[in-house]
């Protein structure tokens, strides 16, 4: 039987821990297209094009679509989020200086594409000092049930945002 | 639970906006190293320090300003305490910071390039907020308000207004961080009924599944 494809976007800044959260979560052997950074980003490699990795829920199968985060592949943003299902923004708790471009996917994203989100905050297992949802949902101008503070290597706690966005459709 | 970051990252709007009516203190650290200690109660500055403590309305919105251009940090930490704080000052923010302004060029302004919207995202108008704008952003308000109303991207406008593109980004920007216009949501203002339902029972199939 034909499983039904169904598109989840995952979006954020550069090191807001993407292709983690989608090599956490997928089932197969995650696609990626990792390339040394010709830019000081922070990390010696980052996603040029796009991640992908599948979740198999029985009838249905969940393309895991990751975006890039560096401003120049912004025109990702737009082809990839067409007919998803939802997206996902990932923001690094203890990186505030990336919201405000994190902000600017979520606005074009949303403006243009009829498309439930949340945002996911990461990092909460390793950072210091810490923006907490509820002042990430300020910050977004969102209800708290649209925030949610993850750990993108766990696999519990990765699946806790693909819920969430589920309740959000 | 703390907020905190830079002051070229976040405007001293945004970060008001933010506190909202919560209380607690704000610390402003200007790149000088001198250190502004406010406390806050129900979106009113009720104490300034500053090496010592500031009584006058005007010397604490001439302070105030030093912050406005984005130099510098913030770092604000809720108080749990209900009790009200002995207040020296009973000073409202709005009225004590300037007017959002347009800068006329990059230079003269905090917001980075990488940061304005993106040309096509789209803004509506909020036309129920009354906010203090400087001239230029007040002109321009005034030459797109309708096109705003409906609904425009920063490229449509540019290309209606024969203005520059970058210029109406910021523009556009300033407006955004004041609030007094918004992103559309398509998801909330384009999807049907009969999708949003179907939407929610395909949402609560896959949260079966992913739950299994």
């Given at each position: 039987m034909t499983k039904v494809p169904l598109k989840v976007v995952v979006s954020g800044p550069v090191g807001a821990g993407k292709s983690t959260f989608i090599r956490t979560l997928s089932q197969t052997e995650v696609v990626d297209t990792d390339e040394r950074s010709s830019e000081n980003i922070g990390k010696t490699h980052t996603t040029v094009a796009l991640d992908f990795g599948q979740i198999d829920l029985g009838d249905y199968l969940i393309h895991l679509f990751g975006t890039p985060g560096q401003t120049r592949f912004d025109f990702m943003w737009d082809i990839l989020s067409e007919g998803a299902l939802g997206l996902l923004l990932l923001v690094a708790c203890d990186r505030p200086g990336d919201f405000p471009h994190a902000r600017r996917i979520l606005e074009f994203v949303t403006s243009r594409q009829s498309v439930p989100f949340i945002v996911v905050s990461t990092r909460n297992d390793v950072a210091e000092k810490a923006w907490q949802p509820a002042d990430i949902a300020a910050y977004f101008d969102l209800p708290l049930e649209q925030v949610i503070a993850i750990n993108a290597e766990n696999v519990d706690s990765a699946k806790r945002a693909l819920i969430r966005l589920m309740q959000q459709l | 639970m703390a907020i905190f970051g830079k002051l070229s990252d976040f405007s001293l709007r945004e970060v008001i906006s933010m506190i909202g009516r919560r209380p607690g203190a704000l610390l402003l650290e200007s790149d000088d190293g001198s250190r502004m200690h406010m406390q806050l109660s129900d979106a009113q500055i009720v104490r300034i320090t500053l090496e010592r403590s500031i009584e006058s309305v005007d010397e604490a919105a001439s302070l105030l300003k030093r912050f406005v251009q984005g130099q510098g940090s913030f770092h604000f930490d809720q108080r749990e305490d209900d009790r009200p704080l002995a207040a020296t000052l009973q000073l409202d923010w709005q009225r004590l910071l300037p007017p959002a302004d347009a800068p006329s060029?990059?230079?003269?302004?905090?917001?980075k390039a990488d940061d304005l919207p993106h040309p096509q995202t789209c803004f509506v108008l909020i036309k129920g907020r009354n906010v203090r704008l400087d001239p230029i952003l007040d002109a321009f308000l005034q030459r797109c308000g309708a096109q705003l109303e409906r609904g425009a991207s920063a490229q449509q406008l540019s290309d209606e207004l024969a203005m520059e593109l970058e210029a109406v980004q910021w523009h556009l920007q300033s407006l955004r961080e004041i609030k007094k216009i918004w992103p559309v949501r398509a998801y909330v203002e384009q999807s049907d009924v009969p999708k949003k339902k179907e939407r929610r029972s395909l949402g609560q199939r896959l949260l079966g599944l992913i739950l299994k």
């Open positions: - | 060029s990059p230079a003269q302004t905090r917001i």
